[in-house]
């Protein structure tokens, strides 16, 4: 069974930015693929960014370029790098795990956290 916790969420200031972090329970972490998505309030939940095994990562296009995915497998733990964060950046931020190695945006991620509350004011 895995078990994801994230933090690190808070208030930030637009232009600012935030660091968050995923520990997560579990032999099976290093060869997981772990994702980062987030849901706004009245939207759908959405793909924010994913890392493999490998190293490999995606990116949404709306944080391409902002947003850093990292993992330590070490530590059991994924990081979320939020720079340059627009008041569209608010909502909560969820992490994901699953076992295939596909980074692109899929459904079958099958353990998440219970979110992390993430607001940029303008």
């Known amino acids: 069974q895995v078990q994801l916790v994230e933090s690190g969420g808070g208030l930030v200031q637009a232009g600012g930015s935030l660091r968050l972090s995923c520990a997560a329970s579990?032999?099976?972490?290093?060869?997981?693929?772990m994702g980062w998505f987030r849901q706004a309030p009245g939207k759908e939940r959405e793909f924010v960014a994913a890392i493999n095994w490998s190293g490999t990562t995606y990116y949404a296009a709306s944080v391409l370029g902002r947003f850093a995915i990292s993992r330590d497998n070490a530590k059991n733990t994924v990081y979320l790098q939020m720079n340059s964060l627009t008041p569209e950046d608010t909502a909560v931020y969820y992490c994901?795990?699953?076992?295939?190695?596909?980074?692109?945006?899929?459904?079958?991620?099958?353990?998440w956290g219970q979110g992390t509350q993430v607001t940029v004011s303008s």
């Open positions: 579990g032999r099976t972490f290093s060869t997981s693929t």
């Open positions: 994901a795990a699953k076992s295939t190695a596909l980074v692109v945006p899929t459904t079958d991620y099958g353990h």
